[in-house]
């Protein structure tokens, strides 16, 4: 399965918000019911850390200005107001087809 | 807490080998699929290989298969890449990775390894 990203790269202003649209080439609908869609964030010189799965559930620790909505091959994440230490590098990436795939990953950069 | 410490990577000419481990605690290893997922120099992550619990069972991508063998240790909640025939393309950060449900949620620090002549 194919995670396609945009943007590739994302400029924000602090305080403003952000979106990243994530696209999957097949539903990700699993036959469980669930729909396994992960969000990642990766800070610069850090290992992958997971924000967000099945579509919009919070990892311990997120701040809620990150959410994640979408259904079937539609997926966004959004930061309500972007703050310096969301800097990093956001993947999303697909749990539900063997083998898991990762999009190719949208940079955030303070504008 | 879960923690995963990689552990192995280096420098290593075109051809050669190197084998990577990852010493896991914090939770029943033997109960869990292990991954290694691996990120290129200003690349993505991309899925490199996976063990079953009991350990007779593995996957491997393409551009590895044939070079690259995963095994476990349960005794010692270990699991290992060997990784031989190395190429440049080869050269990343490669993370140990448990496998939950459709997701992943515990990384290692990850290891780097760089093939260069």
């Known amino acids: 399965v194919v995670m396609t990203q945009s943007p590739v790269s994302l400029p924000v202003t602090l305080g403003q918000p952000a979106s990243i649209s994530c696209r999957s080439s097949?539903?990700?609908?699993?036959?469980?019911?669930?729909?396994?869609l992960n969000w990642f964030q990766q800070r610069p010189g850090q290992s992958p850390r997971r924000l967000i799965y099945?579509?919009?559930n919070w990892d311990s620790g997120v701040p809620d200005r990150f959410s994640g909505s979408g259904s079937g091959t539609d997926f966004t994440l959004k930061i309500s107001r972007v703050e310096a230490e969301d800097v990093g590098v956001y993947y999303c990436m697909q749990g539900t087809h063997w083998p898991y795939t990762f999009g190719q990953g949208t940079k955030l950069e303070i504008k | 807490e879960v923690q995963l410490v990689e552990s192995g990577g280096g420098l290593v000419e075109p051809g050669g080998s190197l084998r990577l481990s990852c010493a896991a605690s914090?939770?029943?290893?033997?109960?869990?699929?292990m991954h290694w997922v691996r990120q290129a120099p200003g690349k993505g992550l991309e899925y490199v290989s996976g063990i079953n619990g009991n350990g007779d069972d593995t996957y491997y991508i393409e551009s590895v298969r044939g070079r690259s063998t995963i095994s476990r240790d349960n005794s010692k909640n270990t699991v290992y890449l060997q990784m031989s025939s190395l190429r440049v393309e080869d050269t990343a950060v490669y993370y140990c990775?448990?496998?939950?449900?459709?997701?992943?949620?515990?990384w290692g620090q990850g290891t780097q390894v760089t093939v260069s002549s």
């Open positions: 990775v448990k496998k939950d449900t459709g997701t992943y949620l515990d």
């Open positions: 097949q539903s990700l609908l699993s036959s469980d019911g669930n729909t396994y």
């Open positions: 099945k579509v919009s």
């Open positions: 914090g939770f029943t290893f033997s109960n869990y699929v």
